[in-house]
């Protein structure tokens, strides 16, 4: 790809979509936490398949259905 291709992206957005690329998505607590155990080594990598598992089981508990294992 030439850089000018590469550049006309960024014209190519509307002023909405330039607004919405820039919002911070966390809080600056929410990242202050996360690096804070990064750098106390607590952060936890975490499997995005036992992740999705994990989050399946906690939503039918919560609908009720009982306790999933």
């Known amino acids: ?3 000018d291709e590469a550049d006309s ?3 190519d ?4 979509e330039v607004e919405a690329e820039a919002v911070v ?3 600056e607590e929410f990242a202050a936490m996360i690096l ?3 750098t106390n080594g607590r952060f936890q990598d975490i499997d995005v398949d036992d992740m999705l598992a994990l989050l399946d ?3 039918l508990e919560a609908r009720g259905l009982g ?3």
């Open 9 to 11: 992206h960024a014209d």
């Open 57 to 59: 089981r906690m939503i």
């Open 36 to 38: 804070d155990q990064d």
């Open 1 to 3: 790809m030439r850089n």
């Open 13 to 16: 957005l509307s002023l909405a």
């Open 67 to 69: 306790s999933v294992h």
């Open 25 to 27: 998505e966390y809080s």
